[in-house]
Nanobody, 124 residues
Framework: QVQLVESGGGLVQAGGSLRLSCAAS????????RGWFRQAPGKEREFIAA????????RYADPVKGRFTISRDNGKNTVYLQMNSLKPEDTAVYYC?????????????????WGQGTQVTVSS
């Protein structure tokens, strides 16, 4: 059974940092694009960041550029999201995803596997 399990969420004050992890099991995702999305209450799921299978291409949404960094360890079948300078508007449930697309896509429909999500709450 394929599973993506996020961890590392929590409550943090504005300006603080968190590091999310997404561990995969059930298959190897070394040739998959790995991405992070988030969804705030009453809003649609939005793209945050993605990384190509070889790690050479990364893409970020404008609201998180310069603050968030995505990385991956194919040997551990894990992708990470380092989040710095957090703001209250970053509060959301964060989801990791894996897609078999050849190139990075920002549309959630382009991803084949999803985690259950981890809550990130940033207090002002």
């Amino acid at each position: 059974q394929v599973q993506l399990v996020e961890s590392g969420g929590g409550l943090v004050q504005a300006g603080g940092s968190l590091r999310l992890s997404c561990a995969a099991s059930g298959r190897t995702f070394s040739s998959y694009v790995r991405g992070w999305f988030r969804q705030a209450p009453g809003k649609e799921r939005e793209f945050i960041a993605a990384i190509h299978w070889n790690g050479g291409d990364r893409r970020y949404a404008d609201p998180v550029k310069g603050r968030f960094t995505i990385s991956r360890d194919n040997g551990k079948n894990t992708v990470y999201l380092q989040m710095n300078s957090l703001k209250p508007e970053d509060t959301a449930v964060y989801y990791c995803a894996a897609g078999s697309t050849q190139w990075i896509v920002v549309d959630p429909n382009g991803y084949d596997y999803w985690g259950q999500g981890t809550q990130v709450t940033v207090s002002s």
